[in-house]
């Protein structure tokens, strides 16, 4: 499926936008679900998500294994990692349960990373012209 960039507005006052690799994804946990866009980050580690999307979700996040994230907000985050199915809308045979991180941050809602969403998907960025492609293995 090819896909084109997202345009951001920028939060600085040198650039006006950006594109960016975003993607709708479910997020779902039983009978709640929530969509929303994700940025695929292939310099992010494991996939993350904000904590605020697990209380949404009636996930209890703080159960799940924790460790400490560090590059978000130039200081170590505490990460809990639990199970989380996720589906990508117009993408075939795209649901998959992974291990996810849950963070305590604003400046995170959904980074898709290398595990729990590179490790599922063929991606090929394009960004001469703003657009990816993604395919399930």
């Known amino acids: 499926m090819k896909?084109?960039?997202s345009k951001i507005k920028s939060k600085?006052?040198?650039?006006d936008y950006f594109f960016r690799p975003m993607i709708n994804v479910v997020l779902i946990n039983g009978t709640k679900s929530r969509t929303q866009k994700g940025l695929i980050d292939s310099?992010?580690?494991y996939t993350l998500l904000s904590s605020s999307i697990a209380k949404d979700l009636g996930i209890n996040y703080k159960l799940g294994i924790h460790d400490v994230t560090l590059g978000i907000e130039n200081r170590p985050l505490t990460t809990y990692y639990?199970?989380?199915?996720i589906?990508?809308?117009?993408?075939?045979?795209?649901?998959?349960?992974s291990l996810v991180g849950f963070v305590e941050?604003?400046?995170?809602?959904?980074l898709l990373g290398q595990k729990?969403?590179?490790?599922k998907f063929n991606i090929k960025f394009s960004k001469q012209n703003?657009?990816?492609?993604?395919?399930?293995?």
């Open 3 to 5: 896909i084109p960039y």
């Open 12 to 15: 600085s006052k040198n650039f």
């Open 43 to 45: 310099g992010a580690d």
């Open 82 to 85: 639990c199970e989380l199915e």
């Open 87 to 97: 589906a990508i809308p117009g993408i075939d045979n795209s649901n998959f349960t």
């Open 105 to 110: 941050s604003g400046s995170v809602g959904i």
């Open 116 to 119: 729990g969403f590179f490790d």
């Open 130 to 137: 703003n657009y990816f492609e993604i395919d399930p293995f």
